[in-house]
C-alpha cells in the first residue's frame, strides 16, 4: 500500500491535500498506516476505518494511535460496516479499497455489481476525492480488477488514472492468458 501510494503521489500530487481518510474493508488498518507513513505528516488527517470485523478494528486503532506520536492524525473513527453497502463518509475524501474486493467476490454466491457499486461511491463523493483499489497480484483478483477498470470506465463517473491511461474496455479481458496486470487501480472522481 505504500508503494502504490507513493507511486500515486508522483503522479498526482494533490492526494497530500486531502485531510480525510477512508479505508473501507480496513482489515488492520494497512491501508490507513501507508497512507500516515506516505503522505506529509505536517497536515493531520481525519481516518474512518469501517470492516466487518471488531477485532480487527480494535487492532487497526491501536496501530495508528501508536504511529502516530509523531503526528500527523486528528482523529481515528472505527466502524463495524460490512461491504459492499457503503458507510456515511465525507464528501472529499482518500478512499480505500485495499483486498477487499477479491473478498466480496469469494463470499458471495452473487457477483459484486461493479457498477452499482461504483456509480453509489460516485454519488458520495467529490470530484477531488480519490480512489485507490488495491488487489491479490494473482489471476482471478486481478481479472476481477480489469473488470471494475471497465466498470469505472463504463459508467461515466470516473477518470481512471493508473496504471491503465486508456479509458477504452481493458484488451486483457478479451486475451486468453494474459490477464496478470497490476495490482492496484486509481480512480479520480469525475
Not at 480505500?96 to 457477483?111: I, K, T
Request: charged content about 25%; overall charge positive; hydrophobic content about 40%.
Amino acid at each position: 500500500a505504500t508503494w502504490v501510494l507513493r507511486d500515486v503521489l508522483h503522479l498526482h500530487p494533490g492526494i497530500a491535500e486531502l485531510t480525510e481518510v477512508v479505508d473501507l474493508g480496513a482489515g488492520p488498518g494497512s491501508a490507513s498506516l501507508a497512507t500516515l507513513f506516505s503522505l506529509p505528516r505536517e497536515v493531520d488527517r481525519s481516518y474512518a476505518l469501517h470492516d466487518r470485523s471488531r477485532s480487527a478494528l480494535k487492532v487497526a486503532r491501536r496501530l495508528l494511535e501508536r504511529c502516530s506520536a509523531g503526528g500527523g492524525v486528528k482523529s481515528i473513527q472505527t466502524t463495524v460496516a460490512p461491504l459492499p453497502g457503503l458507510p456515511a463518509m465525507p464528501r472529499r475524501a482518500l478512499v480505500w479499497l485495499s483486498m477487499v474486493l477479491n473478498e466480496l467476490e469469494a463470499g458471495s454466491r452473487r457477483q459484486l455489481d461493479r457498477g452499482g457499486f461504483l456509480s453509489r461511491l460516485a454519488e458520495r463523493l467529490e470530484p477531488s476525492s480519490v480512489v485507490l483499489v488495491m488487489e491479490p497480484a494473482l489471476r482471478g483478483p486481478g481479472r476481477n480488477l480489469l473488470a471494475l477498470h471497465d466498470a469505472a470506465v463504463a459508467c461515466g463517473d470516473w477518470r481512471v488514472i493508473a496504471p491503465c491511461t486508456h479509458h477504452l474496455s481493458c484488451p486483457l479481458l478479451r486475451e486468453r492468458g494474459r490477464s496478470q496486470p497490476r495490482s492496484w487501480l486509481r480512480a479520480h472522481r469525475c
